[in-house]
């Protein structure tokens, strides 16, 4: 199974600031993808990030919100931008290691000041 | 509108007894139904996952059935140890990629 890795585990910013987070797979994966998860609430889908394209977002999020890169086979970034109280949450990023099977990062712990 | 459903009560159990957690569903029409396990801190780590045409798939202690009439997956761990203690998540797939939809889990504690 895909090892991930995610950058920073944990941070604490001040309001209207942006963070960016990375992903790292010791493995070349074709879809990753990134989640948010909210304190008590289950996991919701903000994007999805293919190499060489842009990445597809759900609904309610937006590319000005969380811009998304995917440089290569193994890495992606996600940025929190204009950050409020309300972004607080867990972001996680995932890849999809099969069509029935994803592996997830740790998971980085955001709170907003 | 669509909806999964997992009781959002703790469910506590003594050590050797078997849990058995819900997961239900409406509007969907998943071609297969996944449990994730998610430990505090920690992402979800995959667990099992059953077919729309499988009634029942077991890997060691865990056993998962899901009733596509009842749109429902029962998730169960036998002789359950402290060590099984965690948040279960179920999830199906939906749309024409890999989405995952979630439930918002359900936290097991097992008690010695």
């Known amino acids: 199974s895909a090892v991930i890795s995610q950058k920073p585990s944990r941070d604490i910013c001040q309001r209207g600031t942006s963070l960016t987070i990375q992903c790292q797979v010791d493995?070349?994966?074709?879809?990753m993808f990134w989640y948010r998860q909210q304190p008590g609430q289950s996991l919701t889908l903000i994007a999805t990030?293919?190499?060489?394209?842009?990445?597809?977002?759900e609904s309610g999020f937006v590319i000005d919100k969380f811009p998304i890169s995917r440089p290569n086979l193994t890495f992606s970034t996600l940025t929190v931008s204009n950050m409020s109280p309300e972004d607080s949450s867990i972001y996680l990023c995932?890849?999809?290691?099969?069509?029935?099977?994803?592996?997830f990062g740790p998971g980085t712990r955001l709170l907003v000041l | 509108s669509q909806k999964i459903e997992q009781n959002s009560e703790a469910l506590n159990i003594q050590e050797g007894k078997t849990a058995t957690l819900t997961c239900n569903y409406t509007?969907?029409?998943?071609?297969?139904l996944q449990w994730y396990r998610q430990d505090p801190g920690r992402g979800p780590v995959f667990l099992l996952l059953?077919?729309?045409?499988?009634k029942e798939k077991r890997k060691e202690r865990l056993k998962v059935t899901f009733d596509t009439t009842l749109k429902q997956s029962l998730f169960h761990i036998t002789a359950s140890q402290p060590a099984d203690s965690a948040t279960y998540l179920c999830?199906?797939?939906?749309?024409?990629?890999?989405?995952?939809?979630f439930g918002a889990g359900t936290r097991l504690a097992v008690h010695p």
């Open positions: 995932s890849v999809e290691e099969s069509r029935e099977t994803q592996y």
């Open positions: 493995s070349q994966v074709t879809m």
């Open positions: 990030a293919n190499q060489g394209s842009e990445a597809t977002y």
């Open positions: 509007n969907y029409s998943p071609a297969y």
């Open positions: 059953i077919r729309e045409n499988e």
């Open positions: 999830a199906l797939i939906s749309g024409g990629y890999n989405k995952l939809i």
